[in-house]
């Protein structure tokens, strides 16, 4: 039979922050793996000819043992409450969705994570414990998550996200 090798093949995502002269005074790059693996890793290329690794999050990392394969690219964003920006991504895909699903597959989750620092801030749905469940999920969260500002201040207060099983959770997030 045929071996596939996969390693990170998830499209990576930018942030940059300017200064009052258009200056990029920071530059961040994320990227998932996608069927190479379950890790997400956050590359500082604010000078492009020094690149370094800012951190990288896997399911042994404290509150992420429900992440799956890390499909999901991250949206960049930010939150009430919080005025760094932050990362919001789905829980990733179980594997067993190919043959069989497991009755409790990785990947029922949403994430929100500091940009800067990787750190978990909040998540939906799993069996993590402080995450806001999602009664009834059954199915992981392997694509991107929408979000929205639905007042226009400048900050995200909704997330919506789909499952393999067919589903759309929304997750609302608190407000000032």
Known sequence: ???TVYGIDSS????TETDATGKVIKAWVYVGMRRGGSSYYALNVTNPDSP??????????????DLGQTWSEPIVTKIV???KPVLIFGGGYDTS?????????????????DAEKGTLIHSFGGSTSGATV??????????????????NDGYTDRIYATDVGGNVWRMDLPSA
Request: hydrophobic share 35%; no cysteine.
């Open 1 to 3: 039979g045929v071996h």
């Open 12 to 15: 990576p995502v930018a942030y």
């Open 52 to 65: 370094t690794l800012m951190w990288s999050i896997n399911p042994s990392t404290e509150g992420f043992s």
């Open 81 to 83: 409450g919080y005025e």
């Open 97 to 113: 969705f190919d043959a069989t699903p497991s009755s409790s597959p990785a990947g029922r989750a949403v994430y929100i994570v």
């Open 134 to 151: 999602l009664s009834g999920i059954q199915d992981s969260i392997p694509n991107s998550v929408a979000v929205l500002d639905s007042n």
